[in-house]
């Protein structure tokens, strides 16, 4: 059974930066196309990165150019770096294949707040 962990949330200022990691036992990140999720209170979980097989990384609109997705082969992690915060980036943050297959994990709380 697939258990996916994220990991590195927290309270950051706006422009402020963070990263994110997600681990799992049963599955090869670096065969999947990955993503990270996330979801704001009282709206439905979004997309926001995802990486291929390949490599070739893809981003939601409202964080092109201000979150990188990569993936550590050897430690089998996926990670999103966050820079310049904003507001609403506030959201609980989840990873999972894209298209999600997996039951979800407990996600990491970033909360971008002054």
């Known amino acids: 059974?697939?258990?996916l962990v994220e990991s590195g949330g927290g309270l950051v200022?706006?422009?402020g930066s963070l990263r994110l990691s997600c681990a799992a036992s049963g599955i090869i990140f670096s065969i999947n196309h990955m993503g990270w999720y996330?979801?704001?209170p009282g709206k439905n979980r979004e997309l926001v990165a995802r990486i291929t097989s390949g490599g070739?990384?893809?981003y939601a609109d409202s964080v092109k150019g201000r979150?990188?997705?990569s993936r550590d082969t050897a430690k089998n992690t996926v990670s999103?770096?966050?820079n310049s915060l904003k507001p609403e980036d506030?959201?609980?943050y989840y990873c999972n294949k894209d298209p999600?297959?997996?039951a979800w994990g407990q996600g990491t709380q970033v909360t971008v707040s002054s």
């Open 80 to 82: 999103l770096q966050m």
């Open 100 to 102: 999600p297959y997996f």
């Open 13 to 15: 200022q706006p422009g």
């Open 56 to 58: 070739r990384t893809n």
């Open 38 to 40: 996330r979801q704001a």
């Open 90 to 92: 506030t959201a609980v």
């Open 1 to 3: 059974q697939v258990q």
């Open 67 to 69: 979150f990188t997705i």
